[in-house]
């Protein structure tokens, strides 16, 4: 096994885990340095280059243990690895736990977009211990809250009504509450991934909020916002779109809005793009198809679906007014 | 569509296969240097750049135009691209049209290996053209020809012996001879890939003769040698060890090599190296597991079989004695 992880998570949790894989013949450990600007092709090639050094052969099993970024990666390594060997993911984040370890999306970014070279691969296993939500930063624990709520919002309006219900356990890291909404969130991830693994039809609903968190990331070099906090911001342009085109109410966004606020999610945009910025952005969507930029709305909180064909005023609407 | 290529193949068939497609909306070129070389991850790099300066989407198809590097290469962008777009290989060296465009091995090189980062990832179709066995060097036609035999020699006795029947038609590029051997070769291939796509079991027997041959090219830095001429030394030296391990006959082993003599397919070393630098190599073969080196070794000449455990002193009694 090759155990592939960054230096924040290093120092906290390798030790007992080599401590488990005691008993096995080879276990190697990779420690990257933290950030999503190390997820490309030049740590793809060093986890390569550190298989092939050891001999590491086809019946390898790679093990990701940290977040979203070592989780994608090192899923794309072993996917591409003598063209496919095992992996499994450890998630540290609640974003990772909730969403980016389930499901088999595995990716690099490239300079001109994020996870633009990756490959559909599922994990042999994925294993969370919530014990490592006590050593995440606040921050990203917040963050991680915005997949959360976008479960609630376009899949399971029983969950959405459960998340308001129960803010302050959610924030005060109650575990019989975090362990609830992690198998929830992946209960409904893995439902709708087994229905559609390849993104053709309804695994693209997962990405509400996403074309324009994307778009918001780029713009600031994925230095300023975390993922879950431009997510947020997304959903919340999103359910504006939705709301000009009278798919919901205007209520329903602000009740989302409540809902990610009451979870100490910031919802304010921190710079500045036009509505040309966003769209160039959000043109190289993956799930676009024939130029066009699909949409995922909202029909009410709890269900979703795409759209293909905006108008261009509405969205310059929601994008000039979104403060 | 993409149109991938090489700055040797562009000149000669770039220009038809865009006339070809004029009516489509969108069709752009990339054009790489030619060479081995340049299967690799900035390569890799470069066409992302290209699809994504040129806003193509997951609906993108890219065309693979040229030799086993272009569709190797090409083939592993398609998988990785916002996670896999379509492909169409057209194949146009001997070598690709009976081997590297069938059956989705795509790959680049590793400074540490030879295809160490790839795919299984089916093409839409194989399109190929004999027509570009006229303008392909003298030395590469002859040198595909050993991926031919090996046909024979591990699935297919009549086929073998067919062979040895038209040696002259084929070195003399006879159409109705060429046709026939590119077919049979396709279906052989098609037939076991379908079995296995995923090199289990009889996909691994395709590597006939490779096992020695990747350590030849990589000794060589796959400068000295093409692919098929050492697969051709390879698959003497897999024929050799088959002998001394009494599974066929010495008679049987000179029997290959004077088809693949008479196909004026070179068989002498030249170049030198140890029986450790063989072992080193060989031991990051692809098709290994738990450490221990599989070789595909003849039954008879029409019939092959995979053995983990093969003596050493046998092994470097092979090794030892090729000249």
Same mark, same amino acid.
């Given at each position: 096994?090759?155990?592939?992880?960054?230096?924040?998570?290093?120092?906290?949790?390798?030790?007992?885990?080599?401590?488990?894989?005691?008993?096995?013949?080879?276990?190697?450990?990779?420690?990257?340095?933290? /950030?999503?600007? &190390?997820?490309?092709? !030049?740590? +793809?090639?060093? #986890? *390569? @280059?550190?298989?092939?050094?050891?001999?590491?052969?086809?019946?390898?099993?790679?093990?990701?243990?940290?977040?979203?970024?070592?989780?994608?990666?090192?899923?794309?390594?072993?996917?591409?690895?003598?063209?496919?060997?095992?992996?499994?993911?450890?998630?540290?984040?609640?974003?990772?736990?909730?969403?980016?370890?389930?499901?088999?999306?595995?990716?690099?970014?490239?300079?001109?977009?994020?996870?633009?070279? /990756?490959?559909? &691969?599922?994990?042999? !296993?994925? +294993?969370?211990? #919530? *014990? @490592?939500?006590?050593?995440?930063?606040?921050?990203?624990?917040?963050?991680?809250?915005?997949?959360?709520?976008?479960?609630?919002?376009?899949?399971?309006?029983?969950?959405?009504?459960?998340?308001?219900?129960?803010?302050?356990?959610?924030?005060?890291?109650?575990?019989?509450?975090?362990?609830?909404?992690?198998?929830?969130?992946?209960?409904?991830?893995?439902?709708?991934?087994?229905?559609?693994?390849?993104?053709?039809?309804?695994?693209?609903?997962?990405?509400?909020?996403?074309?324009?968190?994307?778009?918001?990331?780029?713009?600031?070099?994925?230095?300023?916002?975390?993922?879950?906090?431009?997510?947020?911001?997304?959903?919340?342009?999103?359910?504006?779109?939705?709301?000009?085109?009278?798919?919901?109410?205007?209520?329903?966004?602000?009740?989302?809005?409540?809902?990610?606020?009451?979870?100490?999610?910031?919802?304010?945009?921190?710079?500045?793009?036009?509505?040309?910025?966003?769209?160039?952005?959000?043109?190289?969507?993956?799930?676009?198809?024939?130029?066009?930029?699909?949409?995922?709305?909202?029909?009410?909180?709890?269900?979703?679906?795409?759209?293909?064909?905006?108008?261009?005023?509405?969205?310059?609407?929601?994008?000039?007014?979104?403060?």
């Amino acid at each position: 096994m090759l155990i592939v992880t960054n230096e924040h998570i290093a120092p906290l949790y390798l030790e007992p885990l080599l401590q488990h894989l005691e008993s096995l013949d080879k276990v190697e450990t990779l420690i990257l340095p933290a /950030g999503e600007q &190390y997820k490309n092709l !030049a740590s +793809l090639e060093l #986890i *390569a @280059t550190t298989l092939l050094k050891k001999n590491f052969g086809r019946d390898t099993t790679l093990i990701a243990l940290g977040g979203g970024v070592i989780g994608d990666l090192t899923g794309f390594a072993a996917s591409c690895y003598q063209r496919g060997t095992d992996f499994i993911q450890m998630p540290t984040t609640l974003l990772a736990q909730v969403d980016a370890s389930v499901g088999g999306k595995t990716a690099i970014n490239h300079n001109l977009g994020k996870n633009m070279l /990756g490959a559909f &691969y599922q994990p042999r !296993a994925v +294993l969370i211990d #919530i *014990a @490592t939500l006590n050593t995440l930063p606040e921050r990203e624990f917040v963050s991680g809250l915005a997949e959360v709520v976008k479960y609630g919002a376009i899949w399971d309006q029983q969950f959405f009504h459960w998340l308001e219900a129960h803010t302050q356990r959610i924030i005060d890291k109650d575990k019989e509450a975090l362990c609830y909404l992690i198998k929830k969130c992946c209960e409904i991830k893995a439902y709708i991934v087994e229905q559609d693994e390849r993104e053709h039809h309804i695994r693209a609903l997962l990405n509400f909020g996403h074309t324009f968190a994307h778009a918001i990331e780029a713009q600031t070099h994925y230095q300023q916002y975390l993922h879950g906090e431009a997510v947020a911001i997304g959903m919340c342009m999103a359910a504006q779109l939705s709301a000009h085109l009278d798919l919901i109410s205007f209520a329903d966004v602000e009740r989302l809005r409540t809902l990610l606020k009451k979870l100490q999610i910031p919802l304010n945009l921190r710079h500045e793009a036009s509505y040309d910025e966003y769209v160039t952005l959000m043109q190289r969507d993956k799930k676009n198809s024939q130029g066009s930029i699909h949409f995922v709305l909202l029909e009410s909180l709890g269900k979703a679906k795409i759209m293909k064909h905006v108008p261009n005023n509405l969205l310059q609407q929601v994008i000039k007014g979104y403060t």
